[in-house]
Each structure stands twice: as structure tokens, then as C-alpha cells.
């Protein structure tokens, strides 16, 4: 499935076979506030925590990704392939995801209970 964000962008959700039974599948929390700007940033507001977060429009497109049917390895790598004459992009994908996580934006969601 692609949203509009990664519509615009020119990406599609790989469809890989099997499963990935010990990935996090990354997945935003639904009361966590996203505006998308013109430019492709994006700015977040955690109502919980009181805080907002600015991204940039690779961290806005790594977000929008985190829908809890992708794992952390397929977001790094999709993103990563858009540039790969950028090779530390993978890196901050990953620092990214760590972030979201750290900073209490998303739940993650096993492989097993993504299938329930």
C-alpha cells in the first residue's frame, strides 16, 4: 500500500516473500500529531509529552513508512535504494527509526502479532 507521501516521491512498498519473524515493524502512535509541509518536511506534535519534532523530508518519508506493515530492514533499505550514491543514508534511516523509538513516537509490532 502507498501513501501520498510516497506516492510523491516515486515509491512503492516492495512485496517481499515470507515473513520476518523477529523484526520490529515499526508503527507510528495514532495519537501523535503529523503535518506535512509543501517542502516534504514534516513537523509532529506529541500530545502526550508536550513536544514537537521537525523533520527533514527523508525523516518525514521514514514515518510515513512506519505503518506497522514494514519492517525497520525493509524502511532502510527502500529508502536507502532512492539514493544509493548516498550510502550514509541507510545510517540515518536507522538513527532516525532509533529516535522515533527513543523519543516514544511509535509502538513496534512483532512479526507474529502483525499477522494476528
Not at 525493509?74 to 535504494?81: A, D, L, Q, R, Y
Not at 532516525?96 to 509490532?109: K, P, Q, Y
Request: hydrophobic fraction near 40%.
Amino acid at each position: 500500500m502507498s501513501t501520498p507521501l510516497r506516492e510523491s516521491v516515486g515509491v512503492r512498498r516492495s512485496h517481499l516473500e515470507g515473513s520476518l519473524l523477529h523484526e520490529d515493524f515499526p508503527r507510528r502512535r495514532p495519537d501523535v500529531e503529523t503535518h506535512v509541509l509543501p517542502d516534504g518536511t514534516c513537523l509532529l506534535f506529541d500530545p502526550l509529552a508536550l513536544q514537537g519534532h521537525a523533520l527533514s523530508a527523508v525523516g518525514a518519508l521514514v514515518w510515513d513508512y512506519c505503518d506497522g506493515t514494514v519492517s525497520r530492514a525493509e524502511i532502510t533499505n527502500e529508502v536507502g535504494s532512492l539514493l544509493p550514491e548516498v550510502p550514509q543514508l541507510r545510517d540515518e534511516v536507522i538513527q532516525l527509526l532509533d529516535r522515533f523509538a527513543s523519543d516514544g513516537l511509535l509502538v513496534a509490532v512483532s512479526g507474529e502479532s502483525r499477522r494476528a
